[in-house]
């Protein structure tokens, strides 16, 4: 895929300035530390070039497993996007490395909260964390990552690749490096619009009124639907099915394929495909990993994230219709709306509540102008 081959391009070519050369290889953030053999440099006597970082030093019989932590549930179904990315990302690194390089995602936040995710990646402990956009409000010096986590920002996925390629993104990722020790490496996959699930018809924007609406770990959520009228709360996606049943929350906001494999449609059988939200997964990468990795490593990785976003976003593309039959097939119900209304509504909260407050001024507008 072409337009990702570009992005990861300019985004290797950013962390490379950031990248310095160390002189020990890496474990794996779940396995006690060893060691193991830097790779070979060779060099004429009285070269002085300066030695480059060795890699990260696995073989065939004791490949390094780059781990990186989810706080989503792992899934079963072998048609699972993460699980398919996933895959297709260890294959091509163990493909191009030979065998000495893996890739993994430990879900469940077994690693603990989002917070945790990143104290570790940021200590290099863990070597990296899947998540979204809007995490990136949780570090120091990533003010405008709201902008990209607006709602209505972004029209398609294609608008978000333009945003991706931009020098606008590589400043905000350069400026995550430099004050948290954390980067964006490349994009994980694109995933479809989040929409409003709940547990009764929500068709206009005035029914949000006092809403007992779920919402990830994102203080970005929180904010901006607060702005809409409802109380939302933070409750961790294992407690997903069972808080809404048991009528702690009245509903959710996410997308209708993850709501479909969750069979929300027994609790909260209504879906309002309002698409205010364009969401992708990123690999939140430890600064320490980074510079370890050899500038081969770096190609190679750059080569296994495209691989890994096109076999996720794919995967979506291709379960987004029969989610929605699966949903109507088992009583739930597509509530019809007014788009107009319902992004008017939002970009109004936007241009209220955040542009110039929460991120640069006209920084909204401008990723928006990026389509046109």
Known sequence: MKKFAAMMLAVLMLVSLAACGGSSSSTPASQPAQSQPAQSQSADAGDSQPDAAPGLAGTVDAPYIITF??????????????????????????????????????????????????????????????????????????????????????????????????????????????????????????????????????AHPSELQGVKLRVPESDVQIRVWTAAGTSPAQIPGSELYSSIDTGVADGQENDIVSSSALKMYEVAPYFTEIDY??????????????????????????????????????????????????????????????????????????????????????LYDEIQAMNQ
């Open 277 to 362: 939200i364009r969401q992708a997964q990123f690999c939140y990468t430890s600064e320490i990993t980074w510079n370890k990795m050899s500038d081969q490593e770096k190609e190679w990785w750059a080569e296994a994230c495209a691989a890994a976003t096109e076999a996720g976003t794919s995967a979506y593309a291709a379960r987004y219709e029969s989610s929605k039959q699966e949903i109507v097939d088992n009583g739930g119900t597509i509530v019809e709306f007014d788009y107009d209304e319902w992004k008017n509504f939002f970009t109004d909260i936007v241009k209220n509540e955040f542009d110039g407050k929460a991120f640069r001024a006209g």
């Open 69 to 202: 932590g989810n706080t989503a549930n792992a899934s079963t179904n072998p048609q699972d996007s993460y699980q398919l990315a996933m895959k297709a990302m260890n294959d091509k690194l163990m493909e191009l490395s030979g065998g000495t390089l893996g890739f993994e995602i430990v879900f469940g936040g077994v690693y603990g909260s989002t917070a945790q995710h990143l104290a570790q990646v940021k200590a290099g402990t863990l070597d990296g964390m899947i998540t979204g956009f809007d995490v990136a409000t949780n570090l120091e010096g990533t003010e405008d990552f709201y902008a990209a986590a607006m709602p209505f920002v972004f029209d398609s996925d294609e608008h978000m690749d333009k945003f991706l390629a931009s020098d606008l993104w590589a400043e905000m990722v350069e400026s995550m490096r430099a004050n948290n020790g954390i980067l964006i490496t490349g994009l994980f996959m694109h995933q479809p619009p989040r929409i409003l699930n709940t547990r009764v018809p929500i």
